[in-house]
């Protein structure tokens, strides 16, 4: 028994380690299209009872799970209800890599054409009125994030509580290939050029700013990270 949980432990490894080179920023690469395991297609199960020939959703049809290591975990506030719809998430839709001199460091970001496009005329935009927009993050696999959850996991953390910074995986906006994250990708971005600069203009390109202040969902503020919200031509 202890060679089969060898054997398992290896391949679960060496699972990781493709799963976290896959997407990884700089491996040189563009990002494989990677079925997710069976357990990460999970959607939130919708049991119908007919109750005195009438429909009636039960309690349960509105609770949501991540299964990881074969163990289930209830997706609670804020991710509940904000599953990102495998139909709109970029697996299988065609991704371009973003130009070197948008990110930091150097690395292969990809992100949607429209964004790309859209990201292309906001960078030169800020640039020309002097701020300097870096891009550090963007599309990211459901795999991807499976891994940053499995390695956290791994290393002793509960996941409610990785589940207050990080998106569960198949719960990240970074799936869809419209998000990204801004330079410095962290609370120093606030009260920087670049979100004043992005306050008074990202509008006219289409991007928003995914986690605001105070968010009534009870998202944290994430000023760093934008979404592309305009039509999709790709
Ligand atoms: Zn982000």
Redesign the pocket.
């Known amino acids: 028994m202890r060679t089969g949980r060898g054997v398992y432990l290896l391949g679960l490894l060496i699972y990781l380690c493709l799963a976290g080179c896959v997407v990884g920023p700089g491996d040189g690469k563009r990002p494989a299209i990677l079925v997710p395991p069976v357990e990460e297609l999970e959607q939130p199960f919708a049991k119908v009872a007919v109750l005195d020939g009438r429909s009636k959703m039960l309690p349960e049809a509105r609770r949501e799970y991540v299964t990881l290591h074969g163990k289930r975990y209830e997706v609670r506030r804020p991710w509940q209800g904000h599953r990102v719809d495998l139909g709109l998430s970029s697996e299988g839709k065609n991704l371009v890599v973003l130009p070197y001199e948008f990110t930091y460091p150097k690395a292969q970001i990809y992100v949607t054409a429209a964004t790309a496009e859209a990201l292309t005329r906001m960078v030169s935009a800020a640039r020309n009125d002097g701020v300097i927009l870096q891009v550090d993050?963007g599309y990211r696999s459901l795999l991807y994030q499976r891994s940053i959850y499995l390695r956290q996991l791994q290393a002793g953390r509960d996941f409610y509580d990785i589940a207050k910074g990080v998106a569960p995986p198949g719960y990240?906006?970074?799936m869809t290939g419209t998000?990204?994250?801004l330079v410095p990708?962290d609370w120093t971005f606030h009260g920087s050029e670049a979100e004043k600069w992005l306050g008074q203009n990202a509008r006219k390109y289409d991007f928003v700013l995914?986690y605001r202040q105070n968010d009534k969902n009870g998202f944290l503020w994430?000023p760093?990270?934008w979404r592309y919200a305009g039509r999709a031509k790709d």
């Open positions: 993050s990240s906006e970074h998000a990204v994250d990708s995914s994430e760093w990270h």
